[in-house]
């Protein structure tokens, strides 16, 4: 029938468009962390460089916390921790992602001073 052959050219059409959606926005948040890395090379990290999609395993290796600190801290039970973005575990809790980076930063704020 030639309405379904269309219905199923246009499905793999939306389905191709959104793959390379998909492609081009991993290209552009890899091409922010280079530069982040490369700036981070010239200086140590500021709690200001915190962004949204880097993983708490990135944040720890960033500014050298051990590895469950921020899961303590934050009270995280995620199964995907510390490999889920922030963004990602913040859409999850139904917070803004402004919100948790605040949250991290207090908790990084308190580990340094020895609280």
């Given at each position: ?11 793999a059409c939306?389905?191709a468009?959104w793959w390379?959606?998909l ?6 948040r ?6 982040l890395?490369d700036?981070?090379?010239?200086r140590p990290?500021?709690l ?5 999609w880097m993983t708490?395993d990135?944040?720890?290796?960033l500014?050298?916390l051990p ?7 934050l009270g ?7 490999n889920?973005?922030?963004i990602r575990?913040?859409?999850?809790r139904?917070?803004r992602s402004?919100?948790?980076?605040q ?5 990084i704020n308190q580990?340094?001073s020895?609280?």
């Amino acid at each position: 029938d030639l309405n379904f052959f269309i219905a199923v050219l246009a499905f793999a059409c939306l389905l191709a468009l959104w793959w390379t959606f998909l492609g081009i926005r991993d290209i552009y948040r890899s091409e922010q962390r280079v530069e982040l890395r490369d700036a981070l090379q010239h200086r140590p990290a500021a709690l200001d460089d915190i962004q949204p999609w880097m993983t708490f395993d990135y944040i720890n290796v960033l500014f050298h916390l051990p590895k469950t600190l921020l899961q303590a801290s934050l009270g995280i039970t995620d199964h995907r921790y510390p490999n889920i973005t922030i963004i990602r575990y913040a859409h999850s809790r139904y917070i803004r992602s402004q919100t948790l980076i605040q949250q991290i930063q207090n908790a990084i704020n308190q580990y340094r001073s020895g609280k």
